[in-house]
């Protein structure tokens, strides 16, 4: 069964740092492309960054380019997501989502960030 467990969510000051990591199970991971989406509190969940299964090539929300990098180990069967200069606005809860025919979430992990 599909399997999907975010971490590395935290507290951290407005210009910081965070990576995320989703650790996935229950599918071909290699062959997948992997994405990155948030929700904020009364906000519709969003696409944040994708990256495909082959040859890399990744893709961004405008509101994170430049700032978010979202990489892959297959090796781990783990997507991350390097986050820097953070603004208040990044504030959600992040969530991994494979690309596979059906929709599946993990829990999620809180990002919040605030002075």
């Known amino acids: 069964q599909v399997q999907l467990v975010e971490s590395g969510g935290g507290l951290v000051q407005p210009g910081g740092s965070l990576r995320l990591s989703c650790a996935a199970s229950g599918f071909t991971f290699s062959n997948t492309g992997m994405t990155w989406y948030r929700q904020a509190p009364g906000k519709e969940r969003e696409l944040v960054a994708a990256i495909t299964s082959t040859s890399g090539l990744t893709n961004y929300a405008d509101s994170v380019e430049g700032r978010f990098t979202i990489s892959r180990d297959n090796a781990k069967n783990t997507v991350y997501l390097q986050m820097n200069s953070l603004k208040p606005e990044d504030t959600a809860v992040y969530y991994c989502?494979?690309?596979?025919?059906?929709?599946?979430w993990g829990q999620g992990t809180q990002v919040t960030v605030s002075s």
């Open positions: 989502k494979p690309i596979l025919p059906k929709l599946y």
